[in-house]
């Protein structure tokens, strides 16, 4: 009986949401997040379903379900959930951009070789294998060319986030614009950003939902369940970005720094010795001077993901606490009235958020550390 009574709800709720998602109202959601609605709510009410049978479950058990492995499948919805929430046009640019990237590398090294291989061409040959001056010169023009073009695409893709992360109440600098989307803080901020948005048009569905169905209070309440489980999905994103900024781009920045700055004691201390020649010394020195820019750099880079854990800790910290009051509301309403006041102070609470979250940022100072910041991300990225 309850499981007939279950694929009632079930089949009402995605009725409602089919109705609701063709109308206006939807317009703000992403159409990946519209396509996926079913999906999406289905994978939130599970969540809250688990949630609620959790509670009295055991801390561990050899056979059946248990506290831990009831977590570990609530964790793997909220990764579902976050998922189909991540879906954006924007974040479509960043997957852009990072394609550019990859093959500016590939341009700049296909240039150096055949700038190489200039050198030693001839001016004619019969042999269709061997390379002239002019098809090296060829190649290194549509190399340069294509360049110029994906430069410039690029910029025009960071030209297009930032606005529309401003558009999202950041307040953004175009200096620093330009740091973030040098590093690879910038794509975990824009997917805040995304996520918060997404979370909100969400939100703003379930509301219609509740109040399409204010007279049955069981029926509104799973509706509220699942605004509960939406405020667990950001607290996981917000968790998992802390634990990136720990277990990953902070050892590995601070790596690469203590080695910049080894080989800079070294190169120095080449230059006291005698038995160096002017020549050698004058390579010792631009080594210093670059492994100089790179600990500037990497110093930077450590004090920018310093401060986005600071932002996402005060983040989370608020989060939790609505999360909270929300939890309590759940478990203790009876008038939908209570659950929709909730709902707006946490709406609220997520604009206050989203752009809050924009860490402290300082301009590059010179184009040697803007080079070697850009380095540092380029390794970052690779692991």
């Known amino acids: 009986m309850k499981a007939f009574k279950g694929a009632l709800w079930l089949a009402a709720l995605l009725s409602l949401a089919g109705a609701v998602m063709a109308g206006r109202a939807c317009a703000a959601l992403p159409e990946a997040v519209v396509s996926e609605w079913e999906n999406l709510t289905g994978t939130l009410d599970e969540a809250t379903v688990l949630r609620e049978k959790q509670k009295r479950l055991p801390e561990s058990s050899w056979l059946g379900a248990d506290r831990q492995k009831t977590g570990a499948k609530i964790a793997k919805l909220l990764r ?56 090296c010169d060829e190649t290194i023009a549509e190399a340069e060319k294509d360049v110029k073009r994906l430069r410039g695409e690029l910029a025009q893709i960071r030209d297009a986030i930032t606005a529309e992360l401003r558009g999202w109440g950041l307040k953004l600098t175009d200096a620093q614009a330009d740091v973030l989307f040098s590093s690879v803080v910038g794509d975990s901020l824009l997917r805040n950003a995304v996520i918060f948005e997404n979370v909100k048009g969400v939100t703003a569905q379930l509301t219609q939902l509740m109040a399409q169905n204010k007279d049955d209070t069981s029926i509104a309440r799973k509706y509220y369940g699942m605004y509960v489980t939406l405020i667990d999905v950001l607290l996981d994103t ?146």
């Open 80 to 135: 579902r959930a976050q998922g189909i929430l991540l879906s954006s046009e924007t974040l479509k640019l960043v997957d852009r951009s990072e394609e550019i990237k990859e093959r500016l590398p590939k341009l700049y090294q296909r240039i150096e070789e055949y700038k190489n291989k200039r050198i030693g061409a001839p001016q004619k040959s019969y042999n269709p294998f061997v390379k002239t001056v002019k098809d």
């Open 238 to 383: 917000q968790h998992g970005f802390v634990n990136k900024i720990d277990g990953e781009w902070r050892p590995q920045v601070k790596k690469i720094s203590e080695g910049a700055a080894a080989s800079l004691k070294e190169a120095r201390a080449a230059l006291n010795r005698s038995d160096f020649s002017a020549d050698q010394k004058a390579i010792f020195r631009s080594n210093a001077a670059s492994n100089e820019m790179t600990v500037k750099a990497a110093e930077q880079y450590l004090k920018l993901l310093d401060n986005q854990k600071t932002s996402v800790q005060n983040c989370i910290r608020s989060i939790e606490r609505d999360r909270e009051v929300a939890a309590n509301t759940y478990a203790t309403v009876q008038h939908i009235s209570d659950m929709n006041a909730v709902i707006q102070s946490g709406m609220q609470l997520f604009d206050m958020l989203a752009a809050m979250q924009l860490p402290e940022l300082q301009a590059f100072d010179s184009s040697g550390v803007r080079r070697e910041f850009d380095e540092i991300t380029r390794r970052l990225q690779q692991k």
